[in-house]
C-alpha cells in the first residue's frame, strides 16, 4: 500500500505533466485520488497545477468537507464533480479534470467524440460523450455529469473540457491523454478530407481485444457482452442502451444479433422507400 505522502507526491507530478503537456492553462484542472470510502485528497483552487507540492493537496471526506488542508489552501471549487463520480462508480481510484485544447474545441463545438477512427481510442475509450452545460463550481455539472457515469470512464463537458476516470490516478491520467490525442487525430484528420472510419467487423474486432485484455472501466464492448447472454458486438440492444446519450453516433442497429433492433431498421428502410419511390414519382410527374 503506498502512503498517503507518496501518493500527493504523484498527484503533483500529474499536475506537472497535465501543465506541460497544455493540458491546462493558469489555474485550471483540478485531481483527485480516493483514499478509502471516506477520505480523498485533491488538488486545491486557486494554484498552478504545474508548479505543485505535497503540502498543497487537501484532503476531503465523500461528501467534498475538509478533513485536512495547509494554510491558504481550499479544495478545489469542482470537487463536487469528482466526488459524484466516485458516488457513482466504486470501481473509480482517481479522477482527472482539465481543458485540453482538442477536447475542449470538440466540448465548445458541441463535438462528441464518437467516430471510430483508431484502434486505441475504440479499444480504450469507445466513444466520448458530450455533459451538457453546467455552471463550475454548482451542482449542475454533477447532475448533468450522472447519467454518463455508468456507461463511459471519459466525457467531455460542454463549453468547458474534459473529465476522465479510473482505477488509479496514473490510469485516469492516461485516459485524459488518450482523449486529447484521439480529438486531435480526429480534429487534423477532419482537415485532410475527413476520417475514414472503421466498418463494424472491425470495431467487433477490437472490442474483442478490450475483453480478452479483462480491461477495467466502463466500455460500449461490456455493455454487448452483457446483454441477455448474447456475446456480440454492434448489437441494437446496445444501441438503446447507449441512444439515450445525444452525440452517440456508433452505428449499432441492424446487425446480426438483435431482434428487437430488426422490426425499427425495417421500418426505417420502409420508410426510405416509400420517399425515395414518392420523390421518384414526383419527378416523373406521376404524382
Ligand atoms: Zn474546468
Redesign the pocket.
Known amino acids: 500500500m503506498v502512503n498517503e505522502f507518496e501518493i500527493k507526491k504523484q498527484i503533483c507530478d500529474i499536475g506537472r505533466r497535465i501543465y506541460a503537456r497544455n493540458m491546462?492553462a493558469a489555474n485550471?484542472?483540478?485531481i483527485s485520488v480516493k483514499l478509502n470510502d471516506n477520505e480523498f485528497l485533491c488538488t486545491p483552487t486557486g494554484v498552478s497545477k504545474g508548479f505543485m507540492t505535497p503540502e498543497f493537496i487537501c484532503k476531503v471526506d465523500a461528501q467534498g468537507n475538509v478533513i485536512q488542508a495547509n494554510p491558504g489552501f481550499k479544495p478545489s471549487s469542482?470537487i463536487k464533480m469528482h466526488m459524484r463520480v466516485y458516488q457513482k462508480r466504486p470501481d473509480v481510484g482517481s479522477v482527472v479534470?482539465?481543458?485540453p485544447i482538442y477536447a475542449t474545441s470538440f466540448a465548445i463545438a458541441g463535438i462528441p467524440l464518437t467516430q471510430p477512427i483508431m484502434p486505441e481510442a475504440v479499444i480504450a475509450l469507445g466513444c466520448v460523450p458530450i455533459a451538457e452545460y453546467g455552471t463550475?463550481s454548482t451542482m449542475e455539472i454533477p447532475d448533468n455529469l450522472e447519467k454518463y457515469l455508468p456507461y463511459f470512464d471519459a466525457v467531455l463537458?460542454e463549453n468547458?473540457?474534459a473529465l476522465t476516470w479510473s482505477t488509479d490516478l496514473n490510469a485516469a491520467y492516461m485516459k485524459m491523454e488518450s482523449v486529447e490525442f484521439y480529438a486531435q487525430l480526429l480534429y487534423q484528420s477532419k482537415l485532410l478530407g475527413g476520417p475514414k472510419e472503421f466498418d463494424k467487423e472491425n470495431i467487433k474486432k477490437l472490442y474483442e481485444i478490450r475483453r480478452k485484455f479483462g480491461m477495467p472501466g466502463k466500455h460500449p464492448a461490456n455493455l454487448c457482452q452483457n446483454k441477455d447472454g448474447v456475446n456480440c458486438h454492434n448489437c441494437g440492444g446496445c444501441s438503446e442502451d447507449y441512444k439515450q446519450f445525444p452525440g452517440y453516433q456508433y452505428d449499432f442497429v441492424g446487425s446480426e444479433c438483435s431482434k428487437e433492433a430488426a422490426p425499427a431498421a425495417a421500418n426505417s428502410d420502409a420508410e426510405l422507400v416509400a420517399n425515395i419511390t414518392k420523390q421518384v414519382m414526383a419527378q416523373l410527374g406521376l404524382k
Open positions: 491546462v485550471d484542472g483540478n469542482e479534470h482539465a481543458h463550475p463537458l468547458h473540457g
